[in-house]
């Protein structure tokens, strides 16, 4: 239907130029627009070298790579280099995607691309324009007719949730920005507000969990109120409530550096994004108190640590989700520091499906199992899926503030059904972020569980486990204390160390860290401390601190060199 609906939008009348024009606010990143400029054209994990190629005759190493050039993202890349050099580059591509595929070919032609590409060429209209013929802007306002009447007939097919949240907020950019346009503008709005009701739970949240996810949801309700604003218009009760109730979480899910806390998917987010976003919403919301979206935030000095503190997702919503509950992420300043292996989509299948398993998140594992074990696949815009499946569900929650500081106790059953073992953290943050101190408990804490764990042990003495650290990239770790302890070094030269109260193995293994605009993933390392349950119960205490000497205010004036080194 969207190839037949496609074809049927080429013969929509043409927009005959803009009624109003909403201001560029797309964030794009200098060196990704050098990049493409010099031909290198990294997209979803995949590195085509191409100088003087254009982005429609590279060849297509993966679905993902041409559907994400199709969402004409990359623009806002070339825009922020602003040159003649990248507008050239921008008004080739451009005018040659109208060519080829503007009669309603190519896979472009679906309704989540063609909101995000409506957002992208309206954004940069000026850029796109300048210096062109009559002729080329009369085929550039005809293929915006065009695409804005394909999306207007076909949104209802865009999935629910961050798909369909583009495609509306497009139809909306479009309506008000382009003559002949306007009629589609009420409907998209009050679709977009049924959907802020529908989707965006009462504390702010998405069904997904993902933080990233919820970021790009955000972004665009903002775009679309300012449009709105701009336009002399009032967006819809539910629209500015969600957005009222989507900021606080925003704030709690973001690390004392700036960035996101990485779960179910999600990445830190395009640097700037969420600071942008959160201030052009005009909400002065603090952090939530409690749960933001299933996670805890403990925060005291410079650091601040999010755990994943509810069950994954559910349903259709899961098929992108990690088996993390209860693990954690600790950033001191703008140094993160234990992390979570993050998303393996953009390096293949294999990757994918390891990022989702809890060993690559830093919480206890039991040997070979996730908490949540994945299930049945299907399809999620063509590509295969897997949903989680006997999801672990949060039995015990705790989350106090006293005088040692910030403390949380957090228990999950994901293995009481396979060997009759629930998994307790305790974390306690003190007031000064300058430590943390753990207590994992992992034990058969009822009868029914104990009956389990002894058919499961039968044959075979105890149940073996790890509790994993994994660690950022720019983290210097080594051995230290006889091997009783792991030294950890941050560029900005704060020094903390990792102990354990005995009970368990502790060594220092690699690890990776999954980083989306990168090629392949980054080596890292990993601190394990392995143990066994052997009769009903076993009990692990750690603590990571800052040595005593590291002070108490550091000028971290070390800039990492952004996409430098991902090409």
């Not at 369909?164 to 306007?182: D, P, Q, V, W």
């Not at 009759?420 to 408990?441: A, F, I, K, N």
Request: with cysteine; glycine share 12%.
């Amino acid at each position: 239907m969207n190839r037949v609906v496609a074809w049927r939008s080429t013969h929509a009348r043409a927009a005959t130029g803009f009624a109003s024009q909403p201001e560029p606010r797309t964030i794009g990143t200098f060196a990704r627009g050098r990049q493409l400029i010099a031909g290198n054209f990294l997209f979803s994990g995949f590195l085509i070298e191409g100088p003087g190629v254009k982005i429609w005759d590279l060849p297509m190493p993966d679905p993902s790579f041409e559907e994400t050039i199709h969402g004409f993202g990359w623009l806002d890349d070339l825009a922020a280099v602003g040159d003649s050099a990248a507008r050239v580059r921008a008004q080739e591509w451009v005018f040659d995607w109208i060519a080829r595929f503007g009669r309603g070919r190519g896979p472009g032609w679906v309704p989540d691309l063609t909101g995000r590409r409506l957002i992208r060429w309206i954004n940069h209209a000026l850029f796109l324009l300048s210096g062109q013929e009559r002729a080329a802007a009369d085929s550039y306002f005809l293929s915006l007719g065009q695409q804005t009447n394909f999306l207007a007939k076909r949104w209802q097919a865009a999935s629910p949730g961050l798909a369909r949240f583009e495609a509306l907020t497009g139809l909306i950019y479009a309506g008000l920005s382009l003559t002949g346009t306007e009629r589609h503008v009420n409907g998209a709005v009050a679709a977009l507000a049924r959907e802020c009701e529908e989707q965006i739970d009462a504390e702010g949240g998405i069904p997904t969990r993902n933080p990233e996810e919820l970021l790009e949801v955000f972004t665009l309700l903002t775009w679309a109120a300012r449009a709105l604003g701009e336009a002399g218009r009032m967006a819809p009760k539910p629209h500015m409530a969600a957005i009222e109730r989507i900021a606080p979480t925003l704030r709690a899910l973001r690390h004392a550096d700036g960035g996101l806390a990485r779960f179910h998917g999600g990445g830190r987010g395009l640097e700037g994004r969420l600071d942008q976003a959160l201030a052009s919403s005009g909400v002065r919301a603090v952090a939530h108190e409690g749960l933001a979206m299933g996670f805890a935030r403990l925060s005291g000095g410079r650091t601040s640590v999010i755990v994943d503190a509810a069950a994954p997702p559910q349903g259709a919503a899961s098929f992108d989700a990690h088996a993390s509950t209860l693990a954690f992420e600790l950033t001191s300043g703008r140094r993160p520091v234990i992390v979570s292996c993050g998303s393996g989509a953009p390096f293949g299948p294999e990757w994918r499906r390891a990022g989702r398993a809890t060993p690559s998140h830093s919480t206890l594992a039991i040997e070979g199992f996730s908490s949540s074990r994945l299930g049945e696949q299907g399809l999620v815009s063509g590509h295969a899926r897997e949903l989680l499946a006997d999801r672990a569900e949060v039995v015990h929650l705790r989350h106090s503030m006293g005088l040692e500081g910030a403390s949380l106790l957090v228990g999950h059953s994901g293995y009481s059904t396979t060997h009759g073992l629930t998994h307790m953290r305790g974390l306690v943050l003190s007031q000064d972020g300058r430590s943390l101190t753990g207590e994992d408990t992992l034990g058969a804490l009822t009868e029914d569980e104990r009956r389990r764990y002894d058919v499961v042990t039968a044959a075979t003495r105890g149940v073996n486990f790890a509790i994993r650290f994994h660690l950022h990239p720019d983290v210097d770790a080594a051995i230290d204390l006889g091997g009783s302890a792991v030294s950890l070094a941050l560029k900005s030269g704060e020094i903390w160390v990792f102990r354990q109260g005995g009970g368990a193995k502790l060594t220092l293994d690699p690890s990776v860290y999954l980083e989306k605009g990168r090629l392949k993933p980054r080596a890292t390392k990993q601190i394990v401390l392995s143990g066994a349950v052997i009769d009903y119960a076993s009990q692990i205490r750690w603590t990571l601190s800052k040595a005593q000497d590291t002070p108490l205010a550091i000028r971290d004036l070390d800039r990492d060199d952004g996409l430098t080194d991902q090409v």
